[in-house]
């Protein structure tokens, strides 16, 4: 910083307010600095600066090992929105094993993180976080809404009654689900809504076939589908395009004697034959408003809002009204 400071000509405070973007800098003095930087190379010593201010500006980061279309949208906002605020994102993943969700805590701790942005799909990772203790500020990505201020989602409730009210007004009554794998909070929600929805309008509740969000599982669903059944409302879109394809392989056409309603709004939605009716979520909202919220906290501010972001239905082609003799 100081060969920066001599070569500009100016002292190294003003080289750290240049670095640090200070306000009230005159541009010229600024650019100066930025042309000496340039023409020395320099870098940020992270270690350094840690040591000199007692802040390491480093947000661990712990993503899911097989991250769903969702999970990667919402890492990249994260890890964008992080670096565009000053601080240095820390990312590892962990499958659901205990063992590895604590040693991935372990990492990042040991990396003396200032705030952790948590993606949760499955209630281990909460589990074993809780176990361990907070640490530092937590933001909670892909959970529902059940750790309060600190969780950053998708109205998963509002959605799903979304899916299943695009179901019921186009005249079907019998209305199966797939369902998420048996650990995922968000899986647990969609599958609750799609039960309390069925009581609430007094139609025959069909059983809830269990997938692991893959096309293949819902491929696999279709199998097991009830011969009653005349739409299907699958938890995610993955699964929807793995039992549509399975559908027409049976020869039973989408959505003149099957409709079908996905979960997410992936890109390849628009793509399918016929193309997916979907609920969209926004995640990318949901990783910038989580970065939001860990900034506020850090600056001992008051945090944004964290109700869960409004779901959107997306109406396609893959919804029409049962064929005579369905329901």
């Not at 750790?147 to 007004?169: N, T």
């Not at 989408?254 to 969209?280: K, M, N, Y």
């Amino acid at each position: 910083m100081h060969d920066v400071a001599a070569l500009a000509g100016v002292s190294h405070q003003t080289v750290s307010r240049v670095l640090n973007g200070f306000e009230g800098i005159r541009p010229e003095t600024r650019q100066r600095v930025i042309d000496a930087i340039e023409e020395l190379g320099y870098r940020r010593n992270l270690a350094a600066r840690s040591l000199a201010t007692g802040r390491t500006g480093v947000v661990g980061v712990l993503a899911p090992d097989n991250p769903t279309f969702g999970a990667t949208s919402s890492l990249y906002a994260v890890e964008s929105a992080l670096r565009h605020s000053g601080l240095q994102p820390l990312i590892t993943t962990t499958s659901r094993e205990s063992s590895s969700i604590e040693s991935a805590l372990e990492f990042l701790y040991g990396r003396a993180v200032e705030a952790l942005v948590i993606m949760a799909p499955s209630r281990a990772v909460l589990e074993v976080h809780d176990r361990m203790g907070a640490e530092v500020p937590t933001a909670y990505l892909l959970t529902g809404d059940e750790r309060g201020r600190w969780s950053v989602s998708v109205d998963q409730i509002g959605g799903s009654d979304l899916a299943m009210q695009e179901l019921f007004d186009a005249g079907h009554t019998a209305i199966q689900h797939v369902r998420g794998p048996l650990d995922s909070t968000e899986g647990q929600l969609r599958s609750d809504t799609y039960a309390r929805f069925m009581a609430r309008h007094s139609l025959p509740r069909l059983p809830i076939l269990e997938g692991d969000w893959s096309p293949q599982s819902g491929y696999e669903a279709y199998e097991r589908l009830d011969p009653r059944a005349t739409a299907v409302f699958c938890g995610n879109d993955q699964m929807a395009m793995g039992l549509m394809h399975a559908a027409a392989l049976a020869g039973r056409k989408v959505p003149q004697e099957l409709s079908v309603v996905g979960f997410d709004d992936i890109p390849e939605a628009a793509h399918t034959l016929p193309p997916l009716t979907t609920v969209r979520q926004d995640f990318r909202r949901v990783g910038l408003l989580a970065v939001d919220l860990l900034q506020a906290t850090l600056a001992g501010e008051e945090p944004p809002s964290t109700a869960p972001l409004d779901a959107e239905i997306v109406r396609r082609d893959s919804v029409a009204a049962p064929a005579p003799g369905g329901g």
